[in-house]
């Protein structure tokens, strides 16, 4: 994802936020006739990315040049703003701040999003997911990170640490895995 602007920024259930990356790509599901309601029997067709994160079922804050903008608990008009606010912003950095689960993800316009285990959170909950060629890298509320191929039922699990990522030691090649 380095140095690729987000062009596709969504907040359209729950607390959610989807961000896309990468070069735009047109994909078809083919409806199964067979399939048990009307939205499965039908065909799908929808863009999506090389790369996506996906904000699941952590709380979040999004912060512009250090100032608290807004936060997962407000209106739907307002979890949409910040999806409007994340287009087009690159991540610039990656961190885990604090254990068991947060960590923070730096854009280059001066926008932060911090996403946390809600206090509820029951241990396997998915915090956020960043899927990419095929593989998903997923946080869990418990702070495990798990990863592998994103279609399989059986991820790798590794205990996370403190510890920060910055995109531009990473050059990844659309060969890349995750893993």
């Known amino acids: 994802m380095d140095g690729l602007p987000c062009w596709e920024a969504s907040s359209e259930f729950g607390t959610w936020l989807s961000l896309r990356y990468g070069q735009p790509q047109i994909k078809v599901r ?3 006739p067979s399939g048990e309601n009307e939205r499965q029997r039908r065909r799908r067709v929808f863009v999506d990315g090389d790369f996506l994160l996906w904000v ?8 512009e040049h250090g100032k608290r903008k807004y936060h997962s608990g407000q209106s739907r008009t307002c979890l949409r703003r910040v999806a409007a606010r994340l287009q ?17 993800f730096e854009f280059d316009m001066g926008g932060c999003l911090v996403v946390r285990a809600e206090k509820n959170a029951e241990p396997d909950d998915s915090l956020w997911h960043i899927y990419a060629f095929g593989d998903c890298l997923t946080m869990r509320a ?13 991820l790798r699990k590794v205990q996370a ?5 910055a995109p531009q030691a990473f050059q990844p090649t659309p060969s ?4």
Request: aromatic share 10%.
């Open 88 to 104: 087009s912003q690159c991540v610039s950095s990656v961190d885990v701040i604090e254990l068991p689960a947060t960590v923070r």
């Open 142 to 154: 418990n702070g495990k990170l798990e990863y592998g191929e994103s279609k399989s039922k059986r």
């Open 30 to 32: 083919e409806g199964n």
């Open 176 to 179: 890349a895995r995750l893993n």
């Open 161 to 165: 640490k403190l510890c920060s990522y």
């Open 56 to 63: 699941e079922m952590g709380e979040w804050e999004y912060f």
